[in-house]
């Protein structure tokens, strides 16, 4: 029987507050595949960005661990890589050197200046950035940054790639084009990527595997979804997919009726429309989000 590229096993957290300890999260079991695409879905509070920071070694498990490759993870590692919602790039340095640092840190006395060089072009080509190479981040769009947050993670080389909400804070024709290179990029280098998203479609055009978790505290894995559309993936053929719409159907149904979550203020708003309207009661249904 193969091993599992990554696996979480029995995972739980606690974390001190001045009520005393928050369990966050409970028995998480998840084995991943090499080269698969995973995304974790949820409401807010139910540990998805828990989980991810405990795969790249920034939390220990209170009980439980990972294993990748075998070994157990215990700290940070260039052969897992994170994207965040905010690109985190240096201001002062251009797109260029914010992957060269990264580069240099993990690549220094294995690769000579010219393969550093090719390398960090290579990346930066990946992500369509070559033609802004020498601008800082205060001379390109939002999109353009999380391009080179992007080329810096993956010029680490990295096994695994996670992803935290990394598309949220765009625009959403941004958004689409930067999920097409994703989609390009890992069938390309075949990384293993794990993926927070609040978006349903987004989710279900990315993923190999959809992990739903079900509320907090003491979170964990509610069910997941196999994702079984032939790759490569066009949006605008998905749109009309039978398929496609089932297993969105399947996500939204258990956000919103198996783990739904209704903020107090929310079931104001909610109770003041339908007092006024008496088909209001529906149409809230289409406005309430993954929180």
């Not at 897992?80 to 050197?97: G, K, T």
């Not at 769009?141 to 993956?154: F, N």
Request: glycine fraction near 6%.
């Amino acid at each position: 029987m193969n091993r599992p590229h990554l696996e979480l096993t029995q995972v739980g957290i606690e974390f001190p507050t001045p009520k005393g300890s928050f369990r966050a999260l409970q028995d998480v079991n998840l084995k991943i595949k090499r080269g698969e695409f995973v995304s974790l879905i949820g409401h807010s509070g139910c540990g998805k960005s828990t989980v991810l920071n405990i795969v790249a070694g920034l939390h220990q498990a209170t009980e439980g661990g990972v294993l990748l490759d075998g070994r157990e993870v215990t700290e940070p590692g260039p052969e897992r890589a994170v994207v965040f919602q905010n690109h985190s790039l240096l201001p002062w340095l251009s797109a260029y050197q914010n992957v060269e640092l990264a580069v240099k840190q993990v690549f220094k006395g294995k690769k000579s200046k010219a393969e550093i060089k090719d390398w960090i072009e290579y990346n930066l080509e990946l992500v369509h950035m070559t033609h802004a190479m020498h601008k800082r981040p205060d001379e390109i769009s939002g999109g353009m940054k999380q391009r080179v947050g992007i080329a810096r993670a993956l010029a680490m080389e990295p096994t695994v790639l996670l992803m935290d909400e990394p598309f949220g804070a765009l625009d959403a024709l941004t958004r689409a084009h930067l999920q097409d290179s994703l989609m390009d990029i890992q069938n390309e280098l075949n990384n293993t990527v794990i993926m927070i998203t609040h978006d349903v479609d987004e989710a279900v055009l990315l993923s190999d595997r959809i992990v739903m978790m079900t509320n907090g505290p003491a979170a964990t894995v509610g069910e997941i979804l196999n994702v079984e559309l032939d790759r490569p993936r066009e949006r605008l053929a998905l749109a009309d997919d039978p398929q496609y719409n089932h297993y969105r159907s399947q996500v939204l149904s258990f956000l919103y009726e198996k783990q739904r979550k209704v903020e107090p203020i929310q079931e104001k708003k909610k109770a003041a429309v339908e007092k006024k309207s008496p088909i209001s009661s529906e149409k809230t249904k289409t406005i309430e989000n993954v929180a």
